[in-house]
């Protein structure tokens, strides 16, 4: 974990939830080269409760490397 302050979690899309895009900035994270774990929160209610894992592009958002498309 990294220390700095996580998204509230009712502002996350399900896509951020699930792991799919930068918690941070909403990016693909399929097309970033590096991503690292910023934390956890909850999510849900009731028995749906559960910690979703928040993912980041890395070393930051701004700095992040874009994965390269191979032919075309």
Same mark, same amino acid.
């Given at each position: $974990?990294?220390?700095?302050?996580?998204? %509230?979690?009712?502002?996350?899309? *399900? @896509?951020? +939830? %699930?792991? +799919?895009?930068? #918690?941070?900035?909403?990016? +693909? +994270?399929?097309?970033?080269? %590096?991503?690292? $774990?910023?934390?956890?929160?909850?999510? @849900?209610?009731?028995?749906?409760?559960? $910690?979703?894992?928040?993912? #980041?592009?890395?070393?930051?958002?701004?700095?992040?490397?874009?994965?390269?498309?191979? @032919? *075309?």
């Amino acid at each position: $974990m990294t220390g700095e302050a996580l998204p %509230d979690p009712a502002t996350l899309t *399900a @896509g951020q +939830l %699930d792991e +799919l895009n930068c #918690a941070l900035c909403c990016r +693909l +994270l399929a097309d970033v080269l %590096d991503d690292r $774990m910023i934390g956890k929160v909850p999510t @849900g209610t009731g028995p749906r409760r559960r $910690m979703a894992e928040l993912w #980041a592009c890395a070393p930051t958002c701004a700095t992040a490397r874009r994965r390269q498309v191979r @032919g *075309a």
